[in-house]
């Protein structure tokens, strides 16, 4: 069974500063996506990792995929307050119907 | 375009009443799924369909079924709600890319309390 974990699950970041968000999975995969959800809100699409190296920046978030290491990181840049959100990973395994496997999630909050 | 739309946006049930959620897509997407949300537990899936008239169970499906009647719209039926299905649902859609990706579209989210 697949198991994709992020840490930290909670992340508290002054404004400015950088941090990175890991997500692990235990089965191979070359097929990441990462989520944004702000309270009460829905799930927005922010980056489609599908091979081995990629990267995506977009902003002061860069996602990238290892697959031999299955790790997918996100990484914050110089972070501010409009970034305070719930973010999670979710692996795809390549099944006909793509189903994705979530991670916990990880709350992260900016203060000035 | 709506994209994926879902109602209701918030329910209150008691225990053993039953109630149906509508998930509707203006995309022609061929796939569609239910989630529930739970606290520190990510999204996991409760049914999902590929196509017209076809459905399949999820992760979670116990005490929930699912229609597809019409390639636009998935409904998720509770037929006797518990207070374990308190949760917040979301519906989603993809389709096949050419790259192999199908990222999925999620909609707005419905917020049930099972008392």
């Known amino acids: 069974e697949l198991k994709v974990e992020q840490n930290p699950l909670f992340l508290s970041m002054q404004e400015g500063k950088n941090y990175t968000i890991y997500c692990n999975y235990s089965t191979t995969s070359d097929r990441l996506y990462w989520y944004r959800q702000d309270p009460g809100k829905s799930l927005e699409s922010l980056f489609v990792l599908l091979s081995n190296g990629a990267v995506k920046q977009e902003g002061r978030l860069m996602a990238s995929l290892d697959t031999k290491a299955r790790l997918s990181t996100l990484h914050i840049t110089a972070a501010v307050h409009d970034l305070s959100a719930t973010y999670f990973c979710a692996v795809d395994i390549g099944t006909s119907y793509g189903k994705l496997t979530f991670g916990q999630g990880t709350i992260l909050t900016v203060h000035p | 375009n709506a994209g994926v739309t879902q109602t209701p946006k918030f329910r209150v049930l008691k225990t053993g009443q039953s109630m149906t959620l509508l998930c509707a897509q203006d995309?022609?997407?061929?796939?569609m799924y239910w989630y529930r949300q739970d606290p520190g537990m990510g999204l996991r899936l409760i049914h999902y369909s590929v196509g017209e008239g076809t459905t399949a169970k999820g992760e979670v499906p116990d005490g929930y079924n699912v229609s597809r009647l019409k390639k636009q719209n998935f409904l998720l039926g509770l037929e006797s709600a518990a207070p374990s299905q308190t949760s917040v649902y979301f519906c989603?859609?993809?389709?096949?890319?050419?790259?192999?990706?199908?990222?999925?579209?999620f909609g707005p989210g419905t917020r049930l309390t099972v008392t």
């Open positions: 989603a859609s993809s389709y096949s890319r050419a790259s192999g990706s199908k990222e999925q579209y």
């Open positions: 995309m022609n997407h061929e796939y």
